[in-house]
């Protein structure tokens, strides 16, 4: 049986939703990267992780990428982030 997507459009806005919980480093951001290169300029990301190295590997890739950290939380051990896809220079949206 094959495994469904983990990368699923989440209501009518632009925004996706990526569960890597279980995954540790650097497995829940290289999969943020494979989805983001699939959205809209931007365009939102929720990440769902469980590994506490995330928190920081997330904030150094938006730093180094241009991406935006909207908003990070922890709950019960599952850390949630929001990431927006940066909007290339000249290129609006």
Not at 43 to 58: E, Q
Not at 60 to 78: D, I, N
């Amino acid at each position: 049986m094959a495994a469904p997507s983990n990368a699923s459009p989440s209501g009518n806005t632009k925004e996706t939703l990526l569960d890597v919980q279980g995954l540790t480093c650097p497995l829940p951001v290289l999969k943020a990267n494979k989805a983001l290169r699939g959205l809209a300029p931007g365009a939102r990301l929720t990440v769902l992780a469980t590994d506490a190295a995330s928190v920081v590997d997330f904030q150094a890739y938006c730093r180094e990428t241009g991406h935006a950290l909207v908003s990070f939380s922890e709950s019960a051990g599952v850390f949630r982030f929001t990431l927006r896809k940066r909007v290339e220079p000249g290129k609006g949206g």
